[in-house]
């Protein structure tokens, strides 16, 4: 029970990449034919991709109503390979029909 | 009266370009401290860098105690040289003391 909700939760996230952009378009769509809220994540250089992606799915899909809900901005410490501790930004944004 | 309205409006947005990222932080803490509230705006790829000017802000001032109100994405529709009209993505972070 515990295990399923997890997947759950992990399905419902997009995490933006380095791929083109209409694969996480497409990917989003598919998410949302299955789960009433979507949240497309993204860091660093990513986040403006993450953005751009909402935009597509909200725009040119309008008429079947997804909308944008909440947008979150954060920063994320990670380590990087020379060992140097840096401060990445974050973003989060949901989408739900 | 009207005039003196829409000089207050337009001070009270950072548009972020291409400059250092630290000319756009200063210049967010130095309207700080004349408005309540400060909007940063940026466009397509200097959208990232909005977000990681309101991060430098609320995460090293943090003991002065700025916070990140609302946080907005759309989109605009441009001209390019060649005639051709896109569409570009566009953010709106809004940081009050």
């Known amino acids: 029970m515990a295990s399923n909700a997890e997947t759950r939760r992990t399905t419902n996230e997009i995490l933006i990449g380095k791929k083109p952009l209409m694969t996480y378009v497409t990917a989003t769509l598919v998410q949302l034919a299955n789960e009433p809220t979507v949240v497309i994540k993204a860091r660093g ?5 993450a953005v751009d992606v909402a935009q597509i799915i909200v725009k040119r899909m ?5 909308k944008i809900g909440s947008v979150k901005i954060g920063s994320e410490t990670i ?3 020379d060992g140097k ?3 990445v930004s974050t973003i989060e944004v949901q989408v739900s029909r």
């Open 62 to 66: 309008g008429n079947i109503g997804y």
């Open 85 to 87: 501790v840096r401060n």
């Open 45 to 49: 250089r990513s986040i403006t991709r």
């Open 79 to 81: 380590q990087s390979e």
